[in-house]
């Protein structure tokens, strides 16, 4: 059982920054692919990043590419997402999970966390 718990979630005007964070209690984090994925209000979850066990290899969903930044550190059991020139269409709530295999589709992903809100105004 891996237990996720993110963090870093709040308020922020648009053109701003977060910093999202997710601990993973599993002791094998670092054989495991991260990803991200959010919730909007009304939609359909959707696909934000994912990152590779050794951190060499990350992939993002078009609408934040360039602008957010994945990353891992296999020695805290920690990933995290920098999310710079927030926009109000990212107001979400932002989930982390973890799986066998560096994949977009969110039924490849075994674990997830509760969430944290991301509220960005405009």
């Known amino acids: 059982q891996v237990h996720l718990v993110e963090s870093g979630g709040g308020l922020v005007q648009a053109g701003g920054s977060l910093r999202l964070s997710c601990a993973a209690s599993e002791r094998t984090f670092g054989t495991n692919v991260m990803g991200w994925f959010r919730r909007a209000p009304g939609k359909e979850r959707e696909f934000v990043a994912t990152?590779?066990?050794?951190?060499?290899?990350?992939f993002y969903a078009d609408s934040v590419k360039g602008r957010f930044t994945i990353s891992r550190d296999n020695a805290k059991n920690m990933v995290y997402l920098q999310m710079n020139s927030l926009k109000p269409e990212d107001t979400a709530v932002y989930y982390c999970?973890?799986?066998?295999?560096?994949?977009?589709?969110?039924?490849?992903?075994?674990?997830w966390g509760q969430g944290t809100q991301v509220t960005v105004s405009s």
């Open positions: 990152v590779s066990w050794s951190g060499s290899s990350t």
């Open positions: 999970a973890t799986g066998p295999l560096l994949r977009v589709d969110s039924k490849e992903y075994t674990y």
